[in-house]
């Protein structure tokens, strides 16, 4: 077992403490340890809050409009296409938009290459990493990170940059593109740059997981904190009577939020390896499918198959932000044909993590997901011109 394969699986054995699904001895202690271990952290993000929000460490401001776009919990709230739909639409309305990310899991400069550059110059600066510069994809998804390799892929006239340090990102986006408006993406808990405006998502179909933080939970932190955000946006809505509960819910840690429904609906369908090539989501009746993922919630991505009329005769999922490999790839392929598949399935995160195949048995397919606005559309757009006119 690889290192790599070493550290995948015991990220999916804490998930499945997390999610209460292991019963053994040694799992109660891991539960005991990981309670204790959540309570210290929960202090820890508290009085890293109270640090800046008292000014002892003090947040910069510089000079640009910041929308920040993030979550309470770890992963799964659909949170890449909200990011899509307010780049483009702020570009459609005149913005000048970068969208700034850290590149979760992306590949990062070489030791030596660090090593290089700090001795180079004691005022060298490293400068954030370009996937697109408004006009061209710069960066493959290995250096970039999926997420920020994807929204690339799908923003025209919008600079993507990646850097852990979102400040010096967001001066580099306002001297070199003379940027007007940037977007933090997953920047909830980026607390170094000050928003303009919080927009915080919250899945409808599971909020808050079990209610702890890391590690026990999956919350980054305190359900209360909540009370920081100026737009909630309710993902995986389905306009159902039971949401009016989790609404009460969040009104009463957050009384002046505007909350807007949404849902990820798939649009359609696309090839892997030859982008452009686009099939309508018709196509999934009666169709056999062997479905591949690596994402944090592939039960949605399976229930969008079936709701379309696609059977699925094999699935299989790995740990989230899995990078494939070329003998996986036909390994999958290979047990898709013993099923009796006739198309392999997968999501546009994981289409970007793909390596190419010369070797095409079964046609291989991503599935297009767009944000749509259930209901407080006209919160939305206020959301939108609140924005141009700040």
């Known amino acids: 077992m690889t290192l790599h394969e070493f550290g995948e699986n015991l990220e999916q054995y804490f998930i499945e403490i997390i999610q209460e699904k292991r019963r053994g001895s040694f799992d109660r202690i891991t539960y005991g340890f990981l309670f204790l271990a959540s309570r210290f952290y929960r202090r820890a993000v508290q009085f890293r809050l109270w640090l800046y929000e008292n000014r002892v460490i003090r947040n910069h401001s510089i000079g640009c409009l910041v929308v920040s776009i993030g979550n309470l919990t770890c992963g799964g709230t659909g949170k890449t296409p909200v990011v899509e739909i307010f780049a483009k639409t702020l570009s459609r309305k005149g913005r000048r938009v970068a969208v700034l990310s850290r590149g979760y899991r992306s590949r990062d400069r070489s030791f030596v290459d660090k090593l290089r550059r700090k001795f180079a110059s004691r005022h060298n600066v490293v400068p954030p990493r370009v996937v697109s510069d ?3 994809l710069l960066l493959n998804s290995l250096s970039a990170g999926d997420e ?7 923003l025209k006239d919008v600079v993507v940059l990646v850097d852990k340090d979102r400040v010096k990102s967001g001066l580099y986006a306002i001297e070199e593109f003379h940027t007007d408006t940037l977007i933090l993406d997953d920047g909830f808990q980026y607390l170094g740059l000050r928003p303009h405006l919080n927009i915080l998502l919250v ?5 808050f997981g079990n209610h702890h933080v890391l590690p026990r939970g999956l919350l980054r932190e305190p359900i209360k904190n909540i009370r920081r955000a100026d737009y909630i946006f309710l993902t995986k809505s389905d306009a159902s009577p039971r949401l009016r509960h989790l609404k009460d819910f969040l009104r009463r840690h957050n009384r ?3 909350i807007i429904e949404c849902c990820h609906r798939p649009k359609y369908l696309e090839d892997v390896f030859d982008r452009g090539i686009r099939f309508p989501l018709e196509m999934l009746k009666g169709l056999k499918i062997a479905s591949l993922s690596a994402i944090a919630n592939p039960a949605s991505f399976n ?3 079936t709701q379309h009329g696609g059977e699925i005769v094999l699935e299989r999922h790995f740990a989230d932000h899995h990078r494939y ?6 390994d999958f392929v290979n ?9 392999i399935l997968t999501t546009e995160k994981d289409a970007v ?9 079964l046609p291989f397919l991503f599935l297009r997901i767009e944000i749509d606005i259930l209901s407080g559309q006209e919160n939305f757009d206020q959301c939108i011109t609140r924005i141009c006119f700040l």
């Open 134 to 136: 408004g006009k061209n």
């Open 148 to 154: 920020p390799y994807m929204l690339a892929t799908n």
């Open 203 to 207: 899945d409808s179909t599971s909020p």
């Open 256 to 258: 002046r939020a505007e």
């Open 303 to 305: 229930a969008f198959l």
């Open 325 to 330: 490999s070329q003998q996986e790839m036909i």
């Open 335 to 343: 047990s898709a044909k013993a099923a009796g598949a006739e198309y």
């Open 353 to 361: 993590r793909m390596p190419r195949l010369d070797r095409r048995d």
